[in-house]
T-cell receptor, first 109, second 115 residues
Framework: SQQGEEDPQALSIQEGENATMNCSYK?????LQWYRQNSGRGLVHLIL?????REKHSGRLRVTLDTSKKSSSLLITASRAADTASYFC?????????FGAGTRLTVKP | KAGVTQTPRYLIKTRGQQVTLSCSPI?????VSWYQQTPGQGLQFLFE???????NKGNFPGRFSGRQFSNSRSEMNVSTLELGDSALYLC??????????????FGAGSRLTVL
């Protein structure tokens, strides 16, 4: 079964705009991670935020975590056509890593 | 260093057959996890192996099995294939450091089509 749920399921924006994706989860976590998947390929790790952190930045990525609401958001600033991909949140608990269903982001040039 | 290698990349089977997929992790990574990805269900956790032992198992029928060898390479097997087993099977390896974050490195996947 999946742990996280991303919202929205799909997002279409213009190049240069910001993209925000949300993730909600159900159980306690040690950390939460975001991955990107280009069409039909493997996932690539983007960023990790620990349960005791509230915000983290990496280049054009900004991740927030609210453990009281069991939710996280991923912000991609100044998006590019190359950012077109599916984005997944993954919760790392005491057992295994569970992924959400993903948000499909399309960035139009 | 070499990434996670999955073979074969594509395969077509018929219902009732069985299939074995292989995964070679990044050198030094002792944990290998398997996921099934379908358009309707997203990524579903199959199992994780660490040092040749199954560490966790997802909610899949017994037709799905796996193993890990002493060199950390892993195989998964699906017996008596069903149409619904058509999916992209992803393998991921990690260091699995105790008390540390478990960051996964994925292979490109094996796309299985069951006819």
């Amino acid at each position: 079964s999946q742990q996280g749920e991303e919202d929205p399921q799909a997002l279409s924006i213009q190049e240069g705009e910001n993209a925000t994706m949300n993730c909600s989860y159900k159980t306690s976590i040690n950390n939460l991670q975001w991955y990107r998947q280009n069409s039909g390929r493997g996932l690539v790790h983007l960023i990790l935020i620990r349960s005791n952190e509230r915000e983290k930045h990496s280049g054009r990525l900004r991740v927030t975590l609210d453990t009281s609401k069991k939710s996280s958001s991923l912000l991609i600033t100044a998006s590019r056509a190359a950012d077109t991909a599916s984005y997944f949140c993954a919760t790392d608990g005491d057992n295994d890593m569970r992924f959400g269903a993903g948000t499909r982001l399309t960035v139009k040039p | 260093k070499a990434g996670v290698t999955q073979t074969p990349r594509y395969l077509i089977k018929t219902r009732g057959q069985q299939v074995t997929l292989s995964c070679s992790p990044i050198s030094g990574h002792r944990s290998v996890s398997w996921y099934q990805q379908t358009p309707g269900q997203g990524l579903q956790f199959l199992f994780e192996y660490f040092s040749e032992t199954q560490r966790n198992k997802g909610n899949f029928p017994g037709r799905f099995s796996g193993r890990q060898f002493s060199n950390s390479r892993s195989e998964m097997n699906v017996s008596t294939l069903e149409l619904g087993d058509s999916a992209l099977y992803l393998c991921a390896s990690s260091l699995r450091i105790i008390s540390g974050a478990n960051v996964l490195t994925f292979g490109a996947g094996s796309r299985l089509t069951v006819l």
